[in-house]
């Protein structure tokens, strides 16, 4: 298993369009987590699945945004009627959960980075 | 609500020599652990190191360690030896031991930079 991937990597689009990427988890892993990282900062934190459950989401997440894990394998982020504000960098990690006492080890996919005109 | 906080927009250090990332963070929670991630240009994240909050002994990983002060809420990490290899960004990161809560609340990072 490489780890997490995403694609596409880069992604450029004009305002008000749609966009979607997909995360690939590491196999087995069964959560998976969306963040958003702006230029300069750390990561904030979008959603969350625990297989295809979406557990949690972030007031980040607005309505035009929307995330899947069908499966509890892959998940896809879309982006409805994009804003210039929604450019950044997408990333994706993935965990695999153990027991409740030990911390799980979020594993980073390289990102997407979405550029809107 | 938990915030994270890297005072060092920038650090730099002489190849071979030590440096020492600072971290603040503040929580009302007693259990939670802390976590420092490497993000190198147009590089993924990865996990350098990881403290529980529970532990007294501070966690080392090789060449990085980190200084656990709990009742100063501070979470500082030690790079010896430093390698070209460490120029990245370093992010210090928080999250709730509280189960269904499993989102990493970051810092806005240090920028590393090695001098040869």
């Not at chain 1, 300069?40 to 625990?50: S, V």
């Not at chain 2, 030590?18 to 590089?43: A, G, H, I, M």
């Amino acid at each position: 298993d490489t780890g997490v991937s995403q694609d596409p990597r880069h992604k450029i689009t004009k305002r008000g369009q749609n966009v979607t990427f997909r995360c690939d988890p590491i196999s087995e892993h069964n959560r998976l987590y969306w963040y958003r990282q702006t230029l300069g900062q750390g990561p904030e934190f979008l959603t969350y699945f625990q297989n295809e459950a979406q557990l949690e989401k972030s007031r980040l997440l607005s309505d035009r945004f929307s995330a899947e894990r069908p499966k509890g394998s892959f998940s896809t982020l879309e982006i409805q009627r994009t804003e210039q504000g929604d450019s950044a960098m997408y990333l994706c990690a993935s965990s695999l959960a153990v027991a409740t006492s030990v911390p799980d080890t979020q594993y980073f996919g390289p990102g997407t980075r979405l550029t809107v005109l | 609500a938990q915030t994270v906080t890297q005072s060092q927009p920038e650090m730099s250090v002489q190849e071979a020599e030590t440096v020492t990332l600072s971290c603040t963070y503040d929580t009302s929670e007693s259990d939670y652990y802390l976590f420092w991630y490497k993000q190198p240009p147009s590089r993924q994240m990865i996990l350098v190191i990881r403290q529980e909050a529970y532990k007294q002994q501070n966690a080392t990983e090789n060449r990085f360690s980190v200084n656990f002060q709990k009742a100063a809420k501070s979470f500082s990490l030690k790079i010896s030896d430093s390698q070209l290899g460490d120029a990245a960004m370093y992010f210090c990161a928080y999250r709730s031991a509280m189960d269904s809560n499993y989102q990493l609340i970051w810092g806005a990072g240090t920028k590393l930079i090695i001098k040869p």
